[in-house]
């Protein structure tokens, strides 16, 4: 694919589909808040540390926004909105349905289908921002992991500014972010505060357990003890980060 047809569409936006049901209270104000700054130009964007998912580590060399992937970032953030299911905490759309709608789609003269332009910003940006976190599983069909489950983190919101108060406003508990049975999949709004009420031991602990419930054994196997404690150490300075925000 040329170049020239990876950036055809120079201002992409999203376009939700005709005869869709109609969103809840939370997804349309949490989209009007997006629509009304610029989240690709976000401070979020230069002062979070960008990891690797896969080892923990900082990305010490890390491609920022440039324009055209900060347009596909306007318009992904509203799909993503859009399509997330506050139960779940899943973003209900795979990515090429993602692309399709935001117009980040492109076809070679032969007419195969291109998601490359939206698979890159969330895997190769919103993810290592944190803002993201994507669950890999193996399917039946292929031996390799693909990001098949798109979950939006407490830093998505932040980015949006959407404030604490109308999240438990419009969700009328607690905690947004609480997985299956019970167990914390990732830091909540409610772990911010915690930065100013415990010692930086217990906090690190807590951020520990999130983590392990969050992975599975043979993936924290794979991380080993080095990896998990990179991994705490970059959670808990953006935990550090999002406090100070919000002061």
């Known amino acids: 694919m040329s170049r020239k047809n ?28 997006a629509s009304a700054i610029d989240v690709a130009r976000s401070k979020l964007n230069h002062t979070l540390l960008p990891i690797d998912p896969k080892t923990g580590n900082v990305l010490t060399r890390f491609r920022r926004l440039n324009e ?8 992904m953030v509203l799909a993503m909105l859009y399509y997330f ?4 905490q899943l973003v ?8 399709d709608e935001c117009g980040l789609s492109t076809f070679s003269d032969s007419g195969n289908k291109s ?13 290592p921002m944190g803002f993201v976190r994507c669950k890999k599983i ?4 292929m031996s390799n992991y693909i990001p098949k489950k798109i979950f939006l983190t407490p ?3 932040v980015l949006c500014n959407i404030p604490e108060s109308k999240i438990n406003y419009y969700l009328k508990r607690e905690s947004l972010f609480q997985g299956g049975g019970g167990q914390k999949i990732f830091i909540s709004f409610s772990d911010i505060k915690m930065i100013s009420e415990l010692d930086e031991k217990t906090v690190r602990k807590k951020i520990l357990n999130a983590l392990i419930n969050y992975y599975t054994a043979s993936e924290l196997t794979k991380i080993g003890p080095q990896g998990l404690k990179k991994k705490i150490d970059i959670e808990y300075s953006n935990l550090c ?5 919000k002061q």
């Open 6 to 33: 990876y950036i055809y569409n120079r201002k992409p936006c999203f376009n939700p589909p005709k005869n869709e049901k109609k969103r809840s209270a939370f997804i349309c104000y949490a989209m009007k808040q």
């Open 68 to 75: 055209h992937r900060a347009c596909a970032m306007r318009a």
């Open 92 to 99: 209900e759309a795979s990515i090429e349905k993602l692309a």
């Open 155 to 157: 830093m998505f919101f």
């Open 115 to 127: 998601i490359t332009r939206a698979s890159r910003l969330i895997t190769e940006f919103m993810e």
């Open 241 to 245: 980060k999002l406090y100070k925000k």
């Open 138 to 141: 193996k399917t039946k069909v």
């Open 85 to 88: 299911n506050i139960d779940s």
